[in-house]
């Protein structure tokens, strides 16, 4: 079946520019995450949804990363002004349920470089 | 959370089989040992996960001492397919669904 997919892949942007990333998890998936991952190093927490709900969001860096799942499905990661330091991949999971027990189901993950 | 500890780098030959040994001294008792493998450009999957004693599945297996601080991700027969980062990740199953990583070992297999 599908998987997790993101898009755009690759994504372009100048310094105060605003950005947003989509999340198409697997369908029925419960629970959904976002991830940030710089060069050279492993990836890091920053968003979790339980459907619709946002239940943690300790890991955005700042007040300019929002996400969004209105739905329960679509996730969408949006960063406004961007900033150099806010190139990184950034990475989309799903799982069935919660719990760590469920296997978490990553997609491809979008590149962002801010320029 | 219980902090890991794995080597940065390790080289291997196709054919041969690796061990990638993971530390976490601090280890709860309801934390479970869960690996992951993540190839260049691709979003980490999952590989294993246990509590104790011997996992194995078709890809790998999972060894872990009855003190549960540390733990080795056995890989036999790597081919250059192999070549990535692995993941140790430790935690409890019931605090929360996030993972968290830490810088991973990459493998490297040669021909």
């Known amino acids: 079946g599908a998987g997790v997919s993101q898009s755009p892949r690759y994504k372009v942007a100048k310094r105060g520019q605003d950005v947003a990333l989509r999340c198409d998890p697997i369908?029925?998936?419960?629970?959904l995450f976002w991830y940030q991952q710089a060069l050279g190093q492993g990836p890091e927490f920053l968003t979790y949804?339980?459907?619709?709900?946002?239940?943690?969001k300790s890991g955005l860096p700042s007040d300019r990363f929002f996400a969004e799942r209105p739905e329960g499905s679509v996730s969408t990661l949006k960063i406004q002004r961007t900033q150099q330091e806010d190139s990184a991949v950034y990475l989309c999971?799903?799982?069935?349920?919660?719990?760590?027990?469920?296997?978490?189901?990553f997609g491809p993950g979008t590149r962002l470089t801010v320029t | 959370l219980a902090k890991t500890t794995q080597p940065i780098s390790m080289d291997s030959y196709e054919g041969q089989e690796v061990n990638i040994t993971c530390s976490h001294n601090?280890?709860?008792?309801?934390?479970?040992i869960t690996w992951y493998q993540q190839f260049p450009s691709q979003g980490p999957r999952f590989i294993i996960q246990?509590?104790?004693t011997k996992v194995t599945n078709e890809v790998a297996s999972l060894f872990i001492p009855a003190d549960r601080k540390s733990s080795t991700l056995s890989l036999p027969r790597v081919s250059l397919s192999d070549t990535a980062v692995y993941y140790c990740?430790?935690?409890?199953?019931?605090?929360?669904?996030?993972?968290?990583f830490g810088g991973g070992t990459r493998l490297m297999v040669k021909p």
């Open positions: 999971a799903s799982s069935l349920r919660e719990g760590l027990e469920y296997e978490q189901y």
């Open positions: 369908s029925g998936h419960v629970s």
């Open positions: 949804f339980q459907n619709e709900a946002q239940l943690d």
């Open positions: 601090n280890i709860a008792t309801n934390d479970y």
């Open positions: 246990g509590y104790k």
């Open positions: 990740l430790v935690g409890d199953r019931g605090a929360g669904n996030m993972l968290t």
